[in-house]
């Protein structure tokens, strides 16, 4: 059965700190991971990976995916109230199906 | 702008009743889903269409309906044999293709009365 797992579920942290979300997953026929931001309603996209090794970043946020161990950090450095969010880990398959979303791992950042 | 947009932001249900949730976008997106999200549970799928007249079951789509007349539109019924029906709604849309990420809708939140 296909899996999407993220760690943890829920972070609280002090601004200013730097964070680190993880997915692992476990699908057939990998394509890309996908991360997107949910602050109220609408997700927003962060990153697509598709590549071992390459670091995607933009601003404070980064990450990185390992193929040989299936799975996937979000780094966000420096963090600040604005950060406060659930961060959706997702994976897309070739079979053309849809994006197979992990639980999301709820942030807060305390002030 | 183009985008996604859904209508209600929120909806009420009375027991028995059959409601429908509206997803329009003007991206020219061939594929085109609805997601439900509960507390603590991610993103869950209900249906996906990859063309027009044409529509997929997802994971969780005992008590819902959809349809695809119209590129633009794919709305979803609830009908009354979801018994908990009580979620947050999330449409979703993206060119089929390699590479392409899934764009959303701001989510209809539905409640039973």
């Known amino acids: 059965e296909d899996k999407v797992v993220q760690s943890p579920l829920s972070l609280v942290v002090h601004e200013g700190d730097t964070v680190t979300l993880n997915c692992s997953y476990e699908?057939?026929?990998?394509?890309?991971l996908l991360w997107y931001k949910q602050e109220k309603k609408a997700p927003t996209f962060l990153f697509m990976l598709t590549s071992s090794g390459i670091e995607k970043k933009s601003g404070r946020l980064s990450s990185i995916l390992d193929k040989k161990e299936l799975f996937s950090i979000l780094n966000i450095t420096a963090t600040q109230t604005g950060d406060s969010a659930v961060y959706l880990c997702a994976v897309d398959q070739n079979s053309g199906y849809a994006l197979n979303f992990g639980k999301g791992t709820s942030l807060l950042v305390t002030p | 702008d183009g985008g996604i947009t859904q209508s209600p932001k929120y909806l009420f249900r009375k027991e028995g009743q059959n409601v429908t949730l509206s997803c329009e976008q003007n991206?020219?997106?061939?594929?085109m889903y609805w997601y439900r999200q509960d507390p603590g549970q991610g993103l869950r799928l209900i249906y996906y269409?990859?063309?027009?007249?044409?529509?997929q079951k997802g994971d969780i789509a005992e008590g819902y309906s959809v349809s695809r007349e119209k590129k633009e539109s794919f709305p979803l019924t609830v009908t009354s044999a979801q018994k908990n029906p009580t979620a947050f709604y999330l449409c979703?849309?993206?060119?089929?293709?390699?590479?392409?990420?899934?764009?959303f809708g701001s989510g209809t939140q539905l409640s039973v009365l």
């Open positions: 699908v057939t026929n990998f394509r890309s």
């Open positions: 979703a849309s993206r060119m089929t293709g390699i590479g392409e990420k899934l764009f």
């Open positions: 269409s990859q063309i027009v007249n044409d529509f």
């Open positions: 991206l020219n997106h061939d594929a």
